[in-house]
């Protein structure tokens, strides 16, 4: 059994300009232990997808349709008020710019017992403990000295130490990476990409890798889902994907993606800009932007996640 | 539709209490216009045998120690005291937005010497200094003016010079100086124009206190000279007859003052969620 | 460290003191009439008042009458108030506590109603409680205060009898403690004497109220937008991905940071309060500095005037660097920075 | 059981004693409330104000003072032909120019010091010497100078007379000649200060029926009786609490509900409808030789035309005023006979409101337009003065004269005054020697004093009133004085408007209140029922 599942999951803003259709009918899956990476630009709808899972959304955001299940437990139904013992316990996120996503007058060792005290069941005094042996675990140096700076006292690399600490506190079977390294260099980054993944690793941690970095999700992801203006154009095992992407919009970010060898010049950027996700939207939102696109895309509606082979899923036409 | 229009319908029918205070103010305008037309009786028009009678239906809103009408007191009061605090927040307007912007713009010596005046202005209590400068420079309306609008003058130079500080870097500045504009031409033509919006709001909410200042000027004594119907002078004057029961000749002005300076103020937040949906307070 | 900002915030509040007393001096030179001729009494002669102005000094040249003022102030002497019949500094010496209990009562009153409105409101933003809160406090503040105070003291102590007699800080037969703060409540409760707190207590609440309900509407709105603010921050997003107790979540991660623009603005009421105090000392017969400077400007009694300008400016520096020192307290970026 | 038992017996014994001990303490205190309270504790200080004539006159005996008469409605008050000794035990004169007085000898001051005829000479000679308004008040009097005073034996002093004076033993009535504890004031007394005014503005040094327990300036004054007091019978009251309340509204609740004994000098509203209400006692007495008038300005035309200021007498609103302004509490001035039938002073003058003869007149003057000028108040006085000056204006109007009104601070007023460049002013005046050419001294005499706001002169009437100053002869004093008042209602410098009450509002229970010229408050006949 997966251990999360997205079944068909609609989310909409209303907001003063109009609904925006943020999420349609998407459906994801997450097996034990494994790695799946979300991309897309940014705006494609991939953080709003991890909120949605975390129940954390926007308090003008509303889910439509569908269904998130933790261990079959539905999140948005029946599970909803278990919602508040999971997150930080069994699932956890985190966050990109580490050093505003914490809170900026509170010492970093007590963020990280505020977690413990909540979930972990453990005095105050323990929880302090804990929270100096996890700042061990996420390999910051002198963490009983440490336990007592402020965000503020710290560079971004740290910082993401501490959240990552803050996130695996209570050994999470789920942790949800959202844009983790944004913002860091590029040493810092492949460090933290490294402890993220021993860490689950040890502790067989599921992880949804959210980025926009194609390259980044190839180097750490067993599978990979593309998204683009609010739905998931593809879903493939990593090697899959970029051997044989179908979806045009995956070529096109594939072709983006710096490579060994290619200098920057020869990248090209995605053409045209996301749609406009109020008022009315064609069927395939990708269809203004797409270089295949015919008449024919436009006819009837337009089945979602045509399985290919191997688990390989696409939401297109005219697949490539 | 323009989508000026619809953003302002749409703030109106997200927040009805803004309609209703843009109702008020214009109601309060309709009457600071037409007043003297619509009151049933002379303001002024002293009727002892009529003294303090209880509201009623000849006189809605009762009768002063004079017997005079107090609605229509209230009614002819308003041209007055919109009259005042548009007066007062205007010149404090003018005063301070031009010390602000060349605070904000120039920087250095001018930004200290025009702070240092701000600061020592903050540094009275500035109903105390308001009340000095009445007194000192005698007992008139347009002293009244003038005191509210020296106490009010720091809160748009403050703004002002944070906004303009805001923008003297902005794109459209850049553009403005590069094409040859002069300092002057660049701070009335581009930055003023730019630094209005949010200052409207400031003073939306300034013409309430303007009025709440004259008001409590008048109940020292520092007032509108007598008879002219003015809200704070009636509500002074009735609050000596609250404790022997004609509550009527201070609570109807009172209301008609609280209900003003509430319109300004919730007009005050209604402008700001049109100016700037993000910063609605 | 916090040592060093608050001499630099000294040092830089002296031009602005020596301005406040210049103008001071110069306005009050300006307000009309002649207080040589109204302590001269009735029936006085030109001659009798002569006499009387040169016992005042007022003969003098404005510039010499400036000189013997700055003499004065650098003696430590405020003069005397002709009104009371005391030296100024004594008077307001006497007179500033009573003054400053009255401001924190009602500023606290109105943390205690406005901070859980604004959080409220800024929980649920356009919900009917954001609504009602903008409402009420906006009506407060709409309210002139002295207007105010005058209903308060009528429905509560004339009609109702549930409040004491508005006549001071204590009733007739309570005697005031022995000082130590000057506070009366404070002091009371040293002493252990808690008659007189209650006493002064009950004769505390109107009037506090009445200032309360004049400076919740600021402090709402400020607590409001900071906490919309602060809410949709991305610490607090974490905190909320992590589990924490939606009390946790409000009180120690938002709220504190959310208190930063909060205490600013508490600043700027207080020192708005001690202004209104001028209306609501008059209405409930407190014998604050508030009171004591209306009827020194009206009787153009110099010495109190200056004195209280004074007083007061002190007490605005005095202000910003308790908030200071405040912002550092709750704020470890300033304490650290500094 | 019989433990308890007793114990109760007790708790109860302790109750019942200790209730009426605390009410025999409420019994004989009294609480006062009042609009603004006394600056200094001395009377001839620089700036002593009103409030303080009625503190020293508690706390400082004089040598005479005033008998009290009842008057027809019951209310005492004192008695202007009845002039007793106080710290004197006996005075008469022992020549045509000279007055000796024998001091009681058990009198003592506060600290127990016997009061002698030294300390009275230094009184003297300080009043005459301090300058402002003691020295003046006395100089009404023709008391005037140190060398007047002899101190004969230690009982025994004497006042040398500079000129016969009718005026000369009342004053010594007044507030003013307080005998002070000279040794104990010369002890704190300074170079600069050599009669130690410093020291006497905040600590009392006389031997008054009561003593200075505590005063919080603009707060609060609490009198405690001198136990010791031999210069008249032991007041009833222990203590008298006088708190100041400055919102009139406040100190008639405060009133209504019981909270307060006494609330002295409210407003004509309260008092009309406390006395009426029935709650309360309000003893109202009109308050003898004043007036409240509107003077016209001489300095400041068209009000030089004789003309003119009979049109505006002849359109003041007096019964308006009678009823909106004051409700009631004064004594009309207006609607009197043609020409003064008495030589009582107020009198009403023979003006009514006559709005078309007012016209007449004033068309007569050539200002059938009218004219623009202003209408001058008292800020201090403005809740009496300003629905006058409104109800003024409103019937000026009719007439054609635009008027504004011009509220002028208290500070500025006596220098208002002093100018004499309001064209119309609303005022009062009220002289405390009970004599109508005092009050036409000050009010209407050439010599222009501060109380002539017209700035009238006439020299016919100036005649008439330096003659009746030194009169003897009561029918051609009385000749004197109606010659004068005629004078004024034909030349108008100023309307009469109604002789105002000094009204205190009190608890059923009080008693011995008591009017007095100087309008203080005398505790020492008052107690409680």
Known sequence: ?320 | MNPTLRHIRYVLAENPVTGLAFAGFAAILLLALFGPLIAPYDPLASNTDQALRAPCWDYWFGTDHLGRDILSRVIVATRLDVQISLAAVALSFALGAPLGICAGWYGGRTDRMIGRVVDTIMAFPLFVLAMGIVAALGNSVVNIVYATAIINMPFYARMARAETNARREAGFVEAARLSGNGDARILAAHIFPNILPPMMVQVSLNLGYAILNAAGLSFIGLGVRPPTPEWGIMVAEGSAYIVSGEWWVALFPGLALMLAVFCFNLLGDGLRDIIDPRRRT | MIAHLILRRLLGAIPSLVAVVVVTFMLTRALPGDPAAYFAGPAATPQAIEEIRHKLGLDKSLPLQFVDYLGDLARGEFGQSLTTGQPVAQDILARLPASVELTLAGLILALIVALPLGVAAATRPGSWIDHLARVVSTAGVSLPVFFTGLLLVYVFYYLLGWAPAPMGRLDLFTSAPRTITGFFLIDSLLTGEFATFRAAAAQLTLPALTLALFSVAPLARMTRASMLGVLSSDFVRTARANGLSRGTVLVTYALRNALLPVVTTLGMVFSFLLGANVLVEKVFSWPGIGSYAIEALVASDYAPVQGFILTMAVLYVTLNLLIDVLYGLIDPRVRIEA | MKRLLRALCLTAAVTVSTVPALAQTRNETLLVVIESGTNSLDIHTVGANPASYGVTWNTYDRLLTYGTKTLPDGTLSYDYNNIKPELAESWKFTADDEITFVLRKDAKFHDGTPVTAKDVKWSFDRMVSVGGFPTFQMKAGSIEKPEQFIVVDDHTFRVKLLRKDKLTVPDLGVPVPTILNSELVKKNATEKDPWGLEYTKTNSAGGGAYKVESWKPGQELVLARNDDWKSGPLPKLKKVIIREVPSAGNRRALLERGDVDVSFDLPPKDSQELAKGGKVKVAGVPIENSLWYVGMSLKQPPFDNVKVRQAVSYAVPYQKIMDAAIYGRGIPMFGGPAKPTSAAWPQPSPYNTDIAKAKALLAEAGFAKGFETTININQGAASLAEPMATLLQESLAQIGITTTINKIPGANWRAAMLKKDMPIAIDTFSGWLNYPEYYFFWGYHGQDAVFNIMSYKNPEMDKLIDAARFETDRQKYEEQIKGFVKIAWDDMPRAPLFQYYLDAAMQKNITGYTYWFHRGIDFRPMGKE
């Open chain 1, 1 to 320: 059994m997966n251990l999360l599942e997205i079944e068909h999951l609609s989310l909409e803003f209303r907001t003063r300009g109009g609904t925006v259709r943020a999420l349609e009918d998407v459906s994801l899956a997450v097996g034990k232990g494994e790695t799946l990476g979300v991309v897309g630009e940014s705006g494609s709808g991939k953080s709003v997808l991890s909120f949605a899972v975390m129940g954390i959304s926007d308090a003008a955001a509303k889910v439509t349709n569908g269904a998130v299940r933790f261990e079959g437990l539905d999140l948005l139904g029946d599970g909803r008020s278990a919602l508040d013992e999971l997150r930080g316990a069994e699932m956890s996120m985190i966050f990109q710019n580490p050093r505003v996503a914490l809170n900026p007058i509170r010492m970093v060792g007590k963020q990280i017992a505020d977690v413990l005290s909540r979930h972990a069941g453990v005095t105050r005094d323990q929880a302090k403990t804990r929270a100096v042996e996890m700042l061990a675990k996420v390999r910051i140096p002198d963490p009983e000295r440490r336990a007592r700076a402020y965000p503020f006292e710290m560079s971004g690399g740290m910082c993401q130490r501490v959240m990552i600490a803050l996130a695996l506190a209570c050994s999470p079977k789920l942790l949800i990476a959202d844009e983790p390294t944004t913002g860091l260099d590029v040493t810092t980054q492949a460090a933290i990409m490294d402890l993220i993944g021993d860490l689950a690793r040890e502790s067989r941690m599921s992880t949804i890798l959210i980025t926009h970095d194609l390259a980044l999700a190839a180097e750490r992801c067993d599978r990979i889902a593309v998204m683009h203006a609010g739905h998931v154009v593809e879903v493939a095992t990593t090697a899959e994907l970029f051997a044989h992407p179908r979806h045009p919009y995956t070529a096109k970010l594939i072709a983006t993606t710096p490579r060994p060898g290619v200098g920057l010049a020869e990248l090209e950027p995605v053409p045209g800009a996301l749609p406009d996700l109020r008022g009315d939207l064609p069927d395939c939102r990708y269809s203004t932007r797409c270089e295949r696109h015919r008449a024919e895309c436009a006819a009837g509606p337009l089945a979602r996640m045509i399985d290919l082979t191997n688990a390989h899923l696409v939401a297109c036409r005219r697949p490539l």
